[in-house]
């Protein structure tokens, strides 16, 4: 095997990682968007930020990225509270529109399937 069938490959690799990152950030963008409408809350800078990715089996026992995406949202127009989308794969996992949301806690979740 040559190292520019490899090259080739890794290339196509990483491309395909970061198209697949790209999706998943639209799609978060949208479910954000759609919580906070549904939630009467503006979703503020129409964007989200990946905090978190890693390894995780769906349902099926197969491996995928699982990526947390998180955003900012404002429920009386003049403050800025966190929000979360959990992803996995391509299938939003949660969404949660807590303030008070801080890692290893529960926090209120809205379960939006597609």
């Not at 996992?93 to 529960?106: F, M, N």
Request: glycine residues 8%; aromatic residues 10%.
């Amino acid at each position: 095997m040559s190292w520019e069938i490899l090259l080739l490959g890794l290339f196509g690799a990483a491309a395909s990682y970061w198209y697949a990152g790209m999706q998943a950030r639209e799609q978060a963008v949208a479910i954000g968007r759609r919580a906070c409408v549904e939630a009467r809350a503006q979703f503020l800078d129409d964007s989200v930020s990946l905090r978190r990715l890693r390894l995780a089996r769906n349902a099926d026992g197969q491996l995928q990225f699982q990526r947390d995406f998180h955003f900012e949202f404002s429920d009386t127009g003049d403050n800025r509270r966190p929000g979360v989308v959990r992803m996995l794969g391509e299938r939003v996992e949660w969404v949660s529109l807590d303030g008070e949301w801080q890692p290893g806690k529960e926090a209120s979740v809205t379960r939006l399937h597609n």
